[in-house]
């Protein structure tokens, strides 16, 4: 098995930039993929295969990777990207196997 | 577009086995590129991978659930299920099902909009 770990809660300032990290040593071998959950609803998928965005995604969210660390960023950061992110990646046995990070509260202020 | 819909019981009785359906529309579950799998996330928590089933049937579990859990899908209905058996009061979440991309990396695509299960007798 495997495990990835998150900050458990960020802040970042109105139309500033904010890095969200995950850590795991699966991460050396898997990209990291990144989901939003809002309060009350189903996560939704922002990030995949590292840095790419699902189509309706805005282009201040992008994803980055460096050894065991993958990163979310939101480059100017608004009040609706006010949420809990949430990244996963195949386990380090390579099966289709998941395993997810904790979560990071993202809170706009 | 795509669209997933969970379907079941709301309350479960401790010991009893939790049953699931989510129904998909506009695709075929039959598709050889995705599968088919169980998120869930109780109440103030995060998220937690049951497991996926490909729609030939073969399946993978999350290790800590894997002597409980069981996944199968109908084509015929284009629809795919999840048993969870002798569960628990650690078992009450939302349940959500989620299409499965496989493209090196393995990932949630598109998600249902969950269903909240409590188990309490």
């Known amino acids: 098995s495997s495990e990835l770990t998150q900050d458990p809660a960020v802040s970042v300032a109105l139309g500033q930039t904010v890095r969200i990290t995950c850590q795991g040593d699966n991460l050396r071998n898997f990209h990291a993929t990144w989901y939003q959950q809002r309060p009350g609803q189903a996560p939704l998928l922002v990030i995949f295969g590292n840095n790419n965005r699902p189509s309706g995604i805005p282009d201040r969210f992008s994803g980055s990777s460096s050894g065991n660390t993958a990163s979310l960023t939101i480059t100017g950061a608004q009040a609706e990207d006010e949420a809990d992110y949430y990244c996963?990646?195949?386990?380090?046995?390579?099966?289709?196997?998941?395993?997810f990070g904790g979560g990071t509260k993202l809170t706009v202020l | 577009q795509l669209q997933l819909q969970e379907s079941g019981p709301g309350l479960v009785k401790p010991s009893e086995t939790l049953s699931l359906t989510c129904s998909v529309s506009g695709g075929f579950i039959g598709s050889t590129t995705y599968y088919w799998g169980w998120i869930r996330q109780p109440p103030g928590k995060g998220l937690e991978w049951i497991g996926s089933?490909?729609?030939?049937?073969?399946?993978y579990y999350n290790p800590s659930l894997k002597s409980r859990v069981s996944m199968s899908v109908d084509t015929s209905k284009n629809q795919f299920s999840l048993k969870l058996s002798s569960v628990t009061a650690a078992d009450t979440a939302v349940y959500y099902c989620a299409r499965h991309a496989d493209r090196g990396d393995f990932y949630m695509d598109v998600w249902g909009r969950g269903t909240t299960v409590k188990v309490s007798s």
């Open positions: 089933v490909f729609y030939t049937g073969s399946s």
């Open positions: 996963n990646s195949r386990d380090s046995s390579g099966k289709h196997l998941v395993v």
